[in-house]
């Protein structure tokens, strides 16, 4: 992966910029995306015990397609996305699925019948999969080199506020449940009935406010000079790095990798390129191994894991806020050191935390040691999964493909790990029924430790380097 820069002949070198309130405010525009994300996609983990019930939801089948279905939405959505996000611009994008985590929100929220449901479910998956394409991308092409890994980290900061805000508004929206409740009682009860649409249904709220702030952030300045919009985009990088002088530097950079790349094929095909292939292998191995970590099941399956734990059904709903917490802390502190230690030291560590911490749950299950010890042990896993694998995933995705081929990269990657994201969600009530709670958190944990060899020996450190930098490293090096 590493050859020799052609930065220092050919190019100007990019004077380093403290990151303006400006891009600050840009970059938390885009990242609101994420939080919806976040939400939407975790708030299935409160609802799921009360709308199985009332659509009648038994078989291990029903159950992560009701799950999983969302994915499938991701999917479509994060492979489309590459392509309109080229064809209109990311901003666009961001609007259209703005949009449609309002309208899908209120219409799963509401449907009446299991059909209805889940095609409303598919819909939101889309509109997941437009923000997690675009909003990590947008913000990593307009960030200064300095500060990119804090600035795309502020997506996986939302997406954890949104988990968070899933969580707690499931909380506060269930009514308490007795410890002994009849089925009938249970099909007749608020949160049945209703409780689970209001989950679903909150979420149109911060979709709108999304969608009115989305309307006061500029194009991507690396979109405008593909386009050759030089003036626009001149005029953003201004704002972004706070001079003229930066501004003229980052234009001649990226006018260059652009010119360097005019002979290369711009569509799907460019992915198999010598070079540019092994990138994308890389990138699409991270988002496997993001999802295969198995911390996701601990939010989407979260009451199950912790029942299965010995933990009560109304001390699970505030076990799952504070794995929710957690998350936010380790996010925040993942911010703090993303662009001081670097990407592979901190992935390597992530991969080995989890690793340890899923084997240890896995004989804490085996030995009957259940309730606090196995909490204690998730929250250890989401927190390494925090500060590593969750931020720094999207950082390197949105990193190391070359500006003409990003965003069909970052889609490409993006669509392997929603593929990773619903094998892992559906298949997990088979797992956990065929090899129980020890035995899935042992599959988990192995799953890791394959991920920091994959880690070691293949992902390059792109700490302070700029995105050209990067590319000529990589695709031209």
């Not at 598919?122 to 913000?139: E, H």
């Not at 010119?259 to 991270?286: C, F, Y």
Request: charged content about 10%.
């Amino acid at each position: 992966m590493q050859g020799p820069s052609l930065l220092s002949e050919s190019r100007p070198p990019v004077t380093p910029t403290p990151a303006t309130p400006y891009v600050w405010g840009i970059a938390l525009v885009a990242a609101l995306g994420g939080l919806l994300f976040g939400y939407d996609w975790v708030v299935i983990g409160g609802a799921r015990q009360f709308f199985e019930v009332y659509f009648h939801l038994t078989s291990a089948a029903s159950v992560g397609w009701a799950n999983s279905c969302a994915l499938v939405g991701c999917f479509v959505g994060s492979l489309i996305a590459g392509g309109l996000g080229d064809r209109y611009g990311r901003k666009p994008v961001l609007l259209a699925s703005a949009v449609l985590f309002a309208v899908s929100s209120v219409l799963t929220g509401w449907a009446s019948s299991f059909t209805a449901f889940i095609v409303w479910r598919i819909a939101g998956g889309m509109a997941i999969g437009l923000s997690s394409n675009i909003s990590p991308l947008y913000i990593a092409e307009v960030s200064p080199a300095s500060h990119r890994g804090r600035l795309v980290s502020l997506n996986q900061f939302a997406i954890v506020i949104g988990i968070l805000l899933a969580q707690v508004m499931n909380w506060r929206i269930a009514d308490t449940v007795p410890a002994h409740i009849s089925p009938e009682a249970l099909l007749a009860s608020w949160n049945v009935q209703y409780g689970w649409r209001w989950m679903f249904t909150a979420v149109a709220v911060p979709a709108v406010v999304f969608l009115a702030a989305t309307f006061g952030i500029p194009e991507s300045p690396r979109w405008l000079l593909a386009r050759g919009r030089e003036r626009q985009a001149k005029e953003i990088l201004r704002r972004v790095g706070g001079n003229v002088a930066y501004a003229d530097a980052e234009v001649a950079s990226i006018a260059h990798s652009i010119k360097e790349e005019e002979t290369h094929t711009a569509n799907w095909r460019g992915l198999l390129q010598p070079g540019v292939r092994s990138v994308l292998l890389i990138g699409i191995a991270l988002a496997v191994l993001q999802q295969w970590s198995g911390i996701n099941i601990l939010f989407s399956y979260a009451a199950e894991v912790y029942r299965a734990a010995g933990l009560g059904a109304n001390q699970i709903f505030l076990d799952i806020v504070i794995t929710g917490a957690i998350n936010l802390v380790f996010t925040l502190v993942a911010m703090a050191i993303v662009d001081r230690l670097g990407r592979r030291p901190l992935m390597l560590f992530g991969c080995c935390g989890i690793g340890v911490s899923h084997i240890l749950a896995g004989l804490a299950y085996r030995m009957g040691w259940h309730g606090e010890p196995v909490l204690v042990l998730t929250l250890c896993a989401i927190g390494c999964y925090a500060m590593t694998l969750a931020p720094l995933t999207w950082v390197l995705i949105a990193e190391i493909f070359p500006n003409r081929l990003r965003s069909l990269g970052v889609s490409a990657a993006v669509s392997a790990l929603w593929i990773a994201s619903f094998a892992l969600t559906y298949s997990f009530p088979f797992i956990n029924r065929a090899l129980g709670s020890s035995g899935t958190f042992f599959t988990y944990g192995t799953v890791c430790f394959a991920g920091a060899v994959l880690v070691f020996l293949y992902v390059p450190e792109t700490k302070g380097r700029t995105l050209e930098e990067i590319e000529a490293q990589t695709f031209r090096g």
